[in-house]
């Protein structure tokens, strides 16, 4: 028999064709024999081909991959171009094969020897005998899990049990306080939730018990109605359940109950689901919600911050179905779980395509999927919001908040308006000034991490990384210039490599810098930054979420990481003081980007009470503020689509970028135009090529060109064949969701 196959942990494009003697399954691990080395591959179908290898074994004796699942990594692998034995490996943790033993079962039932190791079969029997028992079909020898499960622990809901005019009556501690406060928002929750948000213990619960204020259950009570829907909610979630179509796009502004239909699409269908999210700061907020409305369904967690240990007891409890509702990022669709439903939660986010040695967007994936999915979002992909409104997908709508209200929004023009700080106008730290003192929290948006830039007064120099063509950043608490491309460090330059000047000043603002800054203004203040140099791991970034819940934090200061999903009834006013250096960047996504970001910002501020978002720009009446301004997404994707139609972007074409690398600079330009030169006799419509955005990365010199197309398949095959004449590095991206960043 002949079956083709995909090579683990290769760089191979394409699959090969390897010669087995026994039945193999699709989508199975299996050991082979190819060109001369063993290895470990990925059964696609059984097929034939030219072979080229021999299998030699089976790894886990059994798939655990479905075939719609395997299918679909196979056109991935095609229309993005990647390795497809790598897209594969994104199923199994590293060291899974550990867990797995092999175990004698029986064909006679004389004898039972059902579930027996092999190695304590021969302990008993003998070797012989089991060679013997094997030839004569006594018995077979399968691979089974040998994995210890930790007890599941028990949860306990929490509930108000007192009008709020009997809760202010009582006299309550610091913490018994923070509960209340919680509940009063929330309505109701979680010891686990308390414990991780507010780090309460168990005392603090049953005393407010005793006064009658709360009511503790180890079950969810029958007479609670845990998810409570508008009528709109109710009848979207009705049109879900119907499955006149499979895929739903759930569009809705931001704070409208989207979460509030997924649960309830879950609960209603009692649905295996597996829930996507953009970035692993949502996770616990996700998991709290879903255990607090779903009692009794078993969630499991997946993300890349898990331990190996971890990844491997979630896929673990997943293959053997012992996980109801699997809640992780992107990395969490790879997990082999026997699903009914997929929710992708923000749906537009960048952060679902995958933008490394393996290039995948996970929306690409997902659409594969037969069963029902749900993408939700308050600024839909173009490309799905095309697709619904030419209905070919179902689209659901919530225009009102779900409990909530939307913020004040003001612009503030910077031409005209005083500076008290550098970057930061008179009106917003006015505005902070009134928020702090009522209690609240605020948020400040800040494009870059870091410092600022070092920038020689003399002659205009800026302080440069000797590996890219980028300006170094200023990190001042460490007094290191920092590359946020390759990683370079160093000291700051005592003069000018330029002019000789000793005079250097700081031009631009980063995180590390706002918030040097607010601190002279709002001394004895508790203001904390949030990004990726400063929250390096999950734990650090849970830690500053439950300070912010619990309003211990009265200014966050943060990159794009802030503005993501987050629900924080604490925070009353943002400030966004950027928007113009991200509008300017030479990117055919900037101006949807950052109409998203405002939208999405402005949806944080003051949730369930009146909030407020300032916006900081030079350019007052650019258009992409004045429509997230009105919320208003369906007049800015009209007038979006119309430019890419006219321009020939996506969603009306796709789009491949290839970058090409070198270590001469003249090298690297003339192996472009000799590519594009070549491709072009194939009829391609191509831009460039043309000196990358960075021009210099890691030592390497970067050149790219656009091909636009409407047949990915067939130009990734002249492409691969093209570049295979030249000895040069190149790296392809399929629709990148930013041309800018590599």
């Not at 039932?109 to 008993?124: S, T």
């Not at 939307?406 to 930061?424: A, C, Q, R, T």
Request: glycine fraction near 6%; hydrophobic fraction near 35%; proline fraction near 4%.
């Amino acid at each position: 028999m002949i079956y083709e196959v995909a090579i683990s942990n290769s760089s191979f494009k394409r699959t090969f064709f390897v010669n087995s003697d026994f039945k193999l399954e699709t989508g199975e691990r299996i050991f082979l024999k190819f060109r001369g080395r063993k290895e470990i591959g990925y059964v696609l179908k059984e097929n034939p081909g030219k072979v080229e290898g021999e299998v030699i074994g089976k790894v886990d004796g059994r798939s655990f991959l479905e075939g719609w699942f395997v299918e679909a990594l196979n056109e991935a692998s095609n229309f993005f171009n990647t390795p497809i034995g790598r897209l594969f490996d994104l199923s199994f943790p590293k060291g899974i094969e550990n867990y797995f033993v092999e175990k004698v079962f029986s064909n006679n039932p004389l004898y039972d020897f059902n579930g027996m190791a092999v190695g304590e079969f021969i302990e008993r029997f003998g070797e012989k005998k089991l060679k013997e028992f094997l030839m004569n079909g006594v018995i077979y020898i399968e691979k089974d899990f040998q994995y210890k499960f930790p007890r599941p622990r028990k949860e306990l809901y929490v509930f108000l049990n007192a009008l709020p005019s009997e809760i202010f009556e009582k006299k309550l501690t610091k913490k018994q306080k923070k509960v209340i406060d919680y509940l009063l928002v929330n309505n109701y929750t979680t010891y686990s939730e308390l414990r991780e948000f507010l780090d309460i213990n168990k005392d603090v619960l049953l005393q407010l018990e005793r006064k009658g204020l709360l009511r503790l259950n180890e079950e969810f009570p029958k007479d609670f109605e845990d998810i409570d829907l508008s009528e709109s909610q109710k009848k979207i979630v009705e049109d879900i359940l119907k499955k006149n179509k499979l895929k739903v796009l759930l569009y809705g502004v931001t704070g409208s109950g989207k979460t509030e239909v997924y649960l309830s699409v879950i609960k209603k269908s009692n649905s295996k689901t597996l829930y996507l999210v953009p970035e692993v700061s949502l996770i616990e907020q996700t998991v709290n919600r879903i255990k607090s409305r779903l009692s009794g369904k078993k969630v499991g967690i997946f993300h890349s911050y898990l331990t190996k240990s971890q990844k491997i007891e979630l896929w673990m409890r997943a293959v053997t179905g012992k996980i109801d509702i699997l809640v992780g990022t992107r990395s969490a669709f790879f997990i082999p779980f026997n699903k009914d439903l997929i929710i992708v939660d923000e749906e537009h986010d960048d952060s679902y395509y995958q933008d490394g040695e393996v290039v995948y967007d996970l929306i690409y994936l997902v659409e594969k999927f037969p069963g029902l999915v749900i993408f939700g979002s308050a600024t839909p992909r173009l490309e799905h919001y095309v697709k619904a409104t030419r209905n070919d997908m179902k689209l659901c709508t919530l225009k009102e908040r779900y409990g909530t209200v939307l913020p004040k929004v003001e612009v503030v023009d910077m031409k005209e308006e005083e500076k008290v700080i550098p970057y930061v106008s008179k009106s917003i730290l006015k505005n902070v000034k009134r928020e702090l003192e009522n209690g609240k929290s605020v948020m400040f948006f800040v494009r870059r991490k870091g410092y600022s830039l070092i920038m020689c007064q003399n002659c205009g120099n800026v302080l440069k990384c000797p590996n890219c063509d980028v300006a170094l950043t200023y990190h001042k608490s460490e007094r290191k210039l920092k590359c946020h491309i390759c990683g370079f460090e160093s000291v700051p330059e005592i003069s000018c490599q330029i002019c000789g000047s000793v005079l250097f000043y700081e031009k631009g603002m980063g995180t590390e810098r706002l918030e040097g800054e607010l601190q002279k203004v709002f001394p004895g203040r508790n203001i904390v930054r949030v990004d990726t140099e400063v929250v390096k791991n999950y734990q650090k970034f849970q830690k500053v979420l439950k300070k912010l819940y619990e309003g211990e934090i009265d200014i966050l200061i943060g990159t794009k990481m802030i503005t993501k999903g987050l629900d924080v009834p604490t925070v009353s006013l943002i400030g966004v003081i950027d928007v113009d250096a991200m509008r300017n960047i030479p990117d055919y996504n900037s101006s949807l980007n950052l109409f998203r970001l405002l939208v999405q910002v402005i949806g944080r501020a003051g949730r369930k009470e009146k909030g407020k978002a300032l916006i900081q720009t030079y350019e007052r009446d650019s258009f992409v503020i004045e429509y997230a301004l009105r919320q208003d997404v369906e007049g800015y994707y009209e007038y979006e689509l119309k430019q890419r139609k006219d321009l020939e972007y996506p969603p009306f074409v796709d789009i491949i970028q290839v970058i090409v690398y070198s270590n001469n600079k003249e090298l690297g330009l003339k192996n472009a135009k000799k590519l594009v030169l070549e491709l072009e006799n194939f009829n391609l419509k191509i831009l460039g090529p043309t000196e990358f955005f960075i021009p210099k990365i890691r030592n390497n010199f970067l050149y790219h060109f656009i091909v636009k197309t409407h047949d990915v398949g067939k130009t990734n095959r002249i492409l691969n064949e093209v570049i295979s004449k030249y000895p040069t590095k190149v790296k392809i991206r399929v629709n990148p969701p930013s041309l800018y960043v590599t």
